[in-house]
């Protein structure tokens, strides 16, 4: 019953609008109608639960059970803490807008990868660009990250989803550590803003979970989403040619540069400015982004997405994205993708580290909830 409902669930996660990000490979299939969908997933969240229960029993009383992470329910039910009910859009990234373009990978590309993305045909995108922030109403001009999300599509109806943010390092070190400082920053009922000696004391026992809010407060945003790299944060194994099995991560650097905001244009220029500016650039030309990959030395952290190799890792250009078009308005083919499969095999397939692993249940709860 499980295998049956994940692979159902997978074609429901690339059918339904305004899903979580991920990362994945799938094959086109015929896709199940909206209520079978609903039933599916919920089959799944049903088994996630189920297992976390019995993976926190222990298998004989005088043996103390592992530490477990967080279970899919967990980890929901802390973004809904701190943010409140998500009914209507994406946790992460909530606000953004569809492209279209093209994907081309470099004979590099060709030789450290078998996926057919990475054959070195041109293949067809699919891409949203989006702000982080409080849901669909947040700032272009603020602080925080945006989000580059695409699903390459490879002949053969194989498709291949990723997504990528422009700082360098991800949120939390570990699932666990992600839903502690989700909680942590729960409204207290009684003000109806974060405690802040618990959050304090979550900073102090957690800093890295810092680290980014750092950057971001330090780094001005961006002032496109054409003149910002794009990283992937995470490590992934990727399987050459020559079948050697290579860790990496990636990133997506703008042939137009890196240009951010000035202090005065984040006071004076509007809240909703980013789309627009896409519109005009792309119709006067492609905006380009050269995919690089960035190989770790013995002893870099392969498992921790808060930790980003130093600058003189070996890196390789191993192709180039192409943005053709824009979406005239809110809304396109985008909202009807789920970014979410986060595996890809045997061309590139997880690392051991955990804020991979724990991904795609939590996103099939999230998904549930906004089918209600």
């Known amino acids: 019953m499980l295998q049956a409902s994940w692979i159902q669930g997978r074609n429901c996660f690339g059918r339904f609008p305004r899903n979580d990000y991920g990362s994945g490979l799938r094959h086109r299939t015929n896709l199940p109608d909206r209520e079978t969908c609903a039933m599916t997933i919920r089959a799944r969240v049903a088994a996630a639960a189920t297992a976390a229960l019995l993976l926190a029993t222990p298998l004989a009383a005088q043996t103390p059970p592992a530490a477990e992470p967080p279970s899919p329910i967990a980890v929901v039910d802390a973004f809904e803490a701190a943010l409140g009910p998500i009914r209507t859009h994406r ?11 093209h994907f081309t990978a470099t004979p ?11 054959s070195g045909a041109r293949i067809p995108t699919v891409i949203r660009f989006g702000v982080g922030g409080a849901g669909p109403t947040a700032p272009d001009t603020a602080r925080t990250t945006r989000g580059l999300a ?10 291949w989803d990723m997504a990528n943010i422009s700082a360098p390092i991800f949120g939390a070190p570990t699932p666990e550590a992600l839903v502690a400082g989700l909680l942590a920053r729960a409204p207290d009922p009684a003000t109806g803003r974060p405690n802040p000696n618990r959050v304090a004391a ?35 194994r990727f399987r050459g040619q020559d079948g050697e099995v290579r860790h ?12 951010r905001l000035t202090e005065e244009q984040m006071r004076s220029l509007p809240a909703d400015f980013l789309a627009e500016e896409l519109r005009r650039r792309v ?6 982004f050269d995919m690089v990959l960035q190989f770790p030395a013995p002893g870099d952290d392969l498992l921790d997405p808060t930790v980003a190799w130093p600058d003189d890792r070996p890196r390789t250009r191993v192709g180039r994205l192409a943005v053709t078009g824009v979406e005239p308005g809110p809304g396109g083919p985008c909202d009807q993708i789920s970014f979410m499969v986060l595996q890809q095999e045997p061309g590139i397939t997880y690392s051991d580290d955990p804020t991979l692993h724990a991904r795609t249940d939590a996103y099939a709860v999230s998904l549930s909830r906004r089918l209600q």
Do not use: D, M
């Not at 946790?91 to 373009?101: E, F, R, V, W, Y």
């Not at 695409?150 to 498709?159: H, L, T």
């Not at 750092?214 to 001005?220: E, K, S, Y």
């Open 283 to 288: 119709a006067a030309g492609p905006v380009e």
């Open 150 to 159: 695409i699903r390459f599509q490879a002949p053969g109806g194989v498709e």
């Open 248 to 259: 990496a991560r990636w990133v997506f650097e703008p042939l137009a540069g890196t240009l």
């Open 202 to 236: 979550f900073v102090a026992a957690n800093p890295k979970s810092t680290l980014q809010g750092r950057w971001l407060a330090a780094t001005l945003p961006p002032a496109s989403w054409a003149t910002t790299p794009y990283w992937g944060v995470n490590a992934f």
């Open 108 to 118: 590099e590309g060709t030789r450290l990868s078998v996926s057919p993305v990475f």
């Open 91 to 101: 946790p992460s990234h909530g606000k953004g807008i569809c492209a279209a373009g």
